[in-house]
């Protein structure tokens, strides 16, 4: 039982070392205004979450939170083909997160966040994103604190951690 445990820890840290450049390969290969939604999905797999925009069309969700540094955005027309592909999780992104916002308008900038805390004490629910640091030997974390009576934003912060 004991080995069993030890291959599926082995296999997962494997994935989680491959993965981030699985998704540079497979990425590459997204071409917008050519690439269509079923090729997507073949290459990706399902979303995360589907978000419905304005023009018709929908966009994409896939996050390699909480261990991965990246939330993936791919946006598609009304007639399915991807008009855009962005990573989220960068300081532009990061920046637009605003006193008010509601925690649909902050995951349909950032994507699901790595963890949700709720602090009753202090009357906030933080979500948590593990985000590129700078320098990269630092893991990074961008959290929004939301109001546990108005769900709204109050503020935004950022934690380091040395890795190891």
């Not at 069309?57 to 896939?62: A, D, F, H, K, N």
């Not at 902050?106 to 994507?111: F, M, Q």
Request: proline share 4%.
């Amino acid at each position: 039982m004991k080995s069993t445990n030890w291959i599926s820890a082995a296999l997962t840290a494997i994935a989680v070392a491959i993965l981030p450049g699985c998704d540079t390969a497979v990425l590459q290969q997204i071409k917008p205004g050519v690439t269509t939604a079923t090729e997507v999905r073949a290459k990706m797999g399902d979303p995360g979450f589907e978000f419905r925009n304005e023009n018709g069309g929908v966009t994409w969700e896939y996050t390699r939170q909480p261990a991965g540094i990246h939330c993936y955005m791919i946006s598609f027309d009304r007639n399915q083909i991807v008009s855009s592909v962005e990573q989220v999780l960068n300081a532009k992104n990061l920046a637009r997160v605003r006193e008010g916002m509601n925690g649909d308008e902050v995951r349909r900038l950032l994507g699901a966040p790595a963890s949700k805390v709720v602090f009753d004490n202090l009357g906030e629910d933080i979500w948590e994103w593990h985000v590129e640091g700078t320098p990269p030997m630092e893991e990074t974390y961008f959290m929004v604190h939301f109001d546990l009576g108005s769900g709204k934003v109050k503020r935004t912060s950022q934690r380091v951690a040395m890795k190891g």
